[in-house]
T-cell receptor, first 114, second 110 residues
Framework: ETGVTQTPRHLVMGMTNKKSLKCEQH?????MYWYKQSAKKPLELMFV???????ENNSVPSRFSPECPNSSHLFLHLHTLQPEDSALYLC?????????????FGQGTRLTVV | GQQVMQIPQYQHVQEGEDFTTYCNSS?????IQWYKQRPGGHPVFLIQ???SGEVKKQKRLTFQFGEAKKNSSLHITATQTTDVGTYFC??????????WGAGTKLIIKP
């Protein structure tokens, strides 16, 4: 619907597991983003890629590892997560930077760390 | 650092009543964006305001950007059940970063 597709929609993982979140955009956008949305907190930007190059890394713990193989795909690799990492992880894309143009969000992955 | 404060956190209204959410930035913004997130959904872009004092309308929604470009509001007239959700404002911090308000959740009383 939005042109940004995230999989899986829901994920339950143990603290010792390794999993990956996938995001794909069909909008021809140049920038892609990972956000974390926790209850009662503003959206937190995690990573930004522009033309496949990482431009922002907002002091995200190394247990989160992004990968952007091309301008249409974005991954978030997860390992040894903590229960407090449980949240909705949203991928977004924009034609230019979101500083002056709208962001299109995927439907998110609801992550639960047990 | 730059902050965007959004109030109220929640607003309960009867269907048909009006709803307003306010955003205040600690710094002047080049623009402000508004998004809506339905329950269980993802943020969806509503509008971007750029000019000082700008007012834009989308049907029952009225968006304003303050003269000093530090505050903004969203007003919904005669709320309907389809308006339920959380409304976020966001202002640019850099070319690739937005500073988000915490959101205002619109709840329609049964």
């Amino acid at each position: 619907e939005t042109g940004v597709t995230q999989t899986p929609r829901h994920l339950v993982m143990g603290m010792t597991n390794k999993k990956s979140l996938k995001c794909e955009q069909h909008l021809g956008h140049n920038a892609m983003y990972w956000y974390k949305q926790s209850a009662k907190k503003p959206l937190e930007l995690m990573f930004v890629y522009n033309f496949k190059e990482q431009t922002e890394n907002n002091s995200v713990p190394s247990r989160f590892s992004p990968e952007c193989p091309n301008s249409s795909h974005l991954f978030l690799h997860l390992h040894t997560l903590q229960p407090e990492d449980s949240a909705l992880y949203l991928c977004a894309s924009s034609h230019r930077g979101v500083g002056d143009t709208e962001a299109f969000f995927g439907q998110g992955t609801r992550l639960t760390v047990v | 650092g730059q902050q965007v404060m959004q109030i109220p956190q929640y607003q309960h209204v009867q269907e048909g009543e009006d709803f307003t959410t306010y955003c205040n930035s600690s710094t002047t913004l080049s623009n402000i964006q508004w998004y809506k997130q339905r329950p269980g959904g993802h943020p969806v872009f509503l509008i971007q305001l750029v000019k000082s004092g700008e007012v834009k309308k989308q049907k029952r929604l009225t968006f304003q950007f303050g003269e000093a470009k530090k505050n903004s509001s969203l007003h919904i007239t005669a709320t309907q059940t389809t308006d339920v959700g959380t409304y976020f404002c966001a202002g640019p911090w850099s070319n690739y970063q937005l500073i988000w308000g915490a959101g205002t959740k619109l709840i329609i009383k049964p």
